[in-house]
Nanobody, 125 residues
């Protein structure tokens, strides 16, 4: 049973914007940290952004600070990633994550918990 479903990926030119969404079907994910990871070809999966269950704390990889913004709507159990000023190096498959350990811990590793199926983001130069 798929519990996290991403949408919003696609092809965009450098400097453009995309908004990813991740809808959760499991109600307990409302109390989990939610976040986004990405994996480019030939590279390890890396943390991109995370947000605490209340939405009060957010964490970002240095490479996306100031360009990406994560948010969540617990009423609909959905998390969003607004990506602006996209660069070719942002090209990757983006995965939604739900982590029971908290957002600070989520930001420090390669991810734990539940995952979506991934959505491709391609930024052309």
């Amino acid at each position: 049973q798929v519990q996290l479903v991403e949408s919003g990926g696609g092809l965009v030119q450098a400097g453009g914007s995309l908004r990813l969404s991740c809808a959760a079907s499991r109600r307990t994910f409302v109390y989990y940290a939610r976040g986004w990871f990405r994996q480019a070809p030939g590279k390890e999966r890396e943390f991109v952004a995370g947000i605490s269950w209340s939405g009060g704390s957010a964490y970002y990889a240095d490479s996306v600070k100031g360009r990406f913004a994560i948010s969540r709507d617990n009423a609909t159990n959905t998390v969003y990633l607004q990506m602006n000023s996209l660069k070719p190096e942002d090209t990757a498959v983006y995965y939604c994550n739900a982590d029971p350990r908290g957002a600070a811990t989520q930001s420090g590793g390669h991810g734990f918990g539940s995952w979506g199926q991934g959505t491709q983001v391609t930024v052309s130069s």
